[in-house]
């Protein structure tokens, strides 16, 4: 199985720690194309590269993925860009977001009826959103 994982990366890397543990657990499930997305050195993955070399590369991964698991803590305009291609592609997604006092998910993310969003207090509830995601999908689990 292939999944793309996204999360914020220019829009802030507060996160990239927390995007890490995410993306070692979903390994468990299959190939992670986005792996370097937890990684704090950006740049040795290709970050480098000019601004059209990685759209067409995401958006490659989004549409020859089998799902989506998105970390929308920390607003993002490519990862809300993702989501949107990946519903027009008819892709299952999920979306972690982590629970702040005084802020509040897009409505255009949590109002979607085809976007599972699940609301965490810790990595432990985001870890046990992913296996009843995984659980509840007509998806392979393991690694092909």
Known sequence: MKIYFAGSIRGGREDAAKYKELIDYLKKYGEVLSEHFGSE??????????DEFIHDRDMNWVLSSNAIIA??????????????????????????????????????????????????KNLDEAKQAIDEFFKNQDLKTKKD
């Open 41 to 50: 050195k950006l740049t040795s993955y290709g970050e480098a590269y000019s």
């Open 71 to 120: 970390e929308v803590t920390t607003p993002s305009l490519g990862v809300g860009y993702e989501l949107g291609r990946a519903l027009e592609n008819n892709k299952p997604m999920l979306c972690l977001y982590e629970q702040k006092e005084g802020k509040r998910l897009s409505a255009m993310i949590s109002g979607s009826k085809k976007i599972k969003t699940v609301n965490y």
